[in-house]
């Protein structure tokens, strides 16, 4: 699977359209990693625990997309964006969504 934050794939045409197609997913901040976050806020610093569960999160929002393509017979996902929202104390919501196409 092709995936694109552009509107077309370089060096192919696009041949078919599918849609939008989206993969989401909540998680919840764990206690240590709080705790952790707290001592980074007195020092300074990268708040590791945080990056890391940002990552997994990016990447499970995107396998869910790229399956939905997939069931629509698509091969390349175009104008791939992310969105992050709150949705309760100490949880977000990853969304990845983009364009389902065929290209050639």
Do not use: W
Request: no cysteine; proline share 1%.
């Amino acid at each position: 699977m092709i995936l694109t934050n552009i509107e077309s794939v370089p060096g192919s045409q696009i041949a078919e359209h599918y849609g939008l197609v989206v993969g989401s997913t909540i998680r919840a901040k764990h206690i240590g990693s709080d705790i952790m976050a707290g001592l980074k806020n007195i020092v300074g610093g990268e708040l590791t625990g945080y990056t890391e569960l940002l990552a997994e999160s990016r990447s499970e929002a995107t396998q869910r997309m790229v399956a939905q393509a997939e069931e629509m017979g698509a091969n390349a996902i175009v104008n791939v964006r992310y969105s992050t929202s709150s949705v309760a104390q100490g949880a977000a919501e990853i969304v990845a969504y983009g364009t389902a196409v065929k290209v050639q």
